[in-house]
T-cell receptor, first 116, second 116 residues
Framework: GAVVSQHPSRVICKSGTSVKIECRSLDFQATTMFWYRQFPKQSLMLMATSNEGSKATYEQGVEKDKFLINHASLTLSTLTVTSAHPEDSSFYIC????????????FGDGTRLSIL | AQTVTQSQPEMSVQEAETVTLSCTYDTSESDYYLFWYKQPPSRQMILVIRQEAYKQQNATENRFSVNFQKAAKSFSLKISDSQLGDAAMYFCAYWGPQGGSEKLVFGKGTKLTVNP
């Protein structure tokens, strides 16, 4: 149980386009999902906390207008990188927790984003 | 703010031998959780083991065990009978009440190499 699906796994697109990444909890409900960014050979950096039915909470230094987060249901959160540029190229990974529990976060398989 | 420190950027071990990865953390909280996550080259984040701070008994999962020293704020991971498939980045993580949020705080990671 506690499977998190992230799609797509790999995206290559031109500079200036917008890219949407989906994060789904397949067999549990998640009122809270998390979006991370990971640079090569570095740890995960939390970008924002996504709350179902409300606005996301962004970490300091993360542009909310650049990284749009929508958490419209208890099983789906999306991250849209708007007007992507080469410096946005990175590995993005989401996680989710079972609502109202002390269970650990379960991670998606990540999305490798390459902006040309 | 809570911090997690992994002082060993890289470690290596011979197949079938035992290796210990270090992790220390800083918190003023008394109730929290600690985790070790494994990230193989595929970049999936895989939960290896978790420890609740209120439990004195060290967690164990098959070949993986921890040495949790709450007073010293230390949480090391021991891998016994190391296998080639254990080669990965290992991240120590802390989760606890932080102003009402549910953020995981990660260390910078330790790259484990298993030599045949």
């Amino acid at each position: 149980g506690a499977v998190v699906s992230q799609h797509p796994s790999r995206v290559i697109c031109k500079s200036g386009t917008s890219v949407k990444i989906e994060c789904r909890s397949l067999d549990f409900q998640a009122t809270t999902m998390f979006w991370y960014r990971q640079f090569p050979k570095q740890s995960l950096m939390l970008m924002a906390t996504s709350n179902e039915g409300s606005k996301a909470t962004y970490e300091q230094g993360v542009e909310k207008d650049k990284f749009l987060i929508n958490h419209a249901s208890l099983t789906l959160s999306t991250l849209t990188v708007t007007s992507a540029h080469p410096e946005d190229s990175s590995f993005y990974i989401c996680s989710a927790r079972v609502s109202g529990s002390n269970q650990p976060q379960h991670f998606g398989d990540g999305t490798r984003l390459s902006i040309l | 703010a809570q911090t997690v420190t992994q002082s060993q950027p890289e470690m290596s071990v011979q197949e079938a031998e035992t290796v210990t990865l270090s992790c220390t953390y800083d918190t003023s909280e008394s109730d929290y959780y600690l985790f070790w996550y494994k990230q193989p080259p595929s970049r999936q984040m895989i939960l290896v083991i978790r420890q609740e701070a209120y439990k004195q008994q060290n967690a164990t999962e098959n070949r993986f065990s921890v040495n949790f020293q709450k007073a010293a704020k230390s949480f090391s991971l021991k891998i016994s009978d190391s296998q080639l498939g254990d080669a990965a980045m290992y991240f120590c993580a802390y989760w606890g009440p932080q102003g009402g949020s549910e953020k995981l705080v990660f260390g910078k990671g330790t790259k484990l190499t298993v030599n045949p």
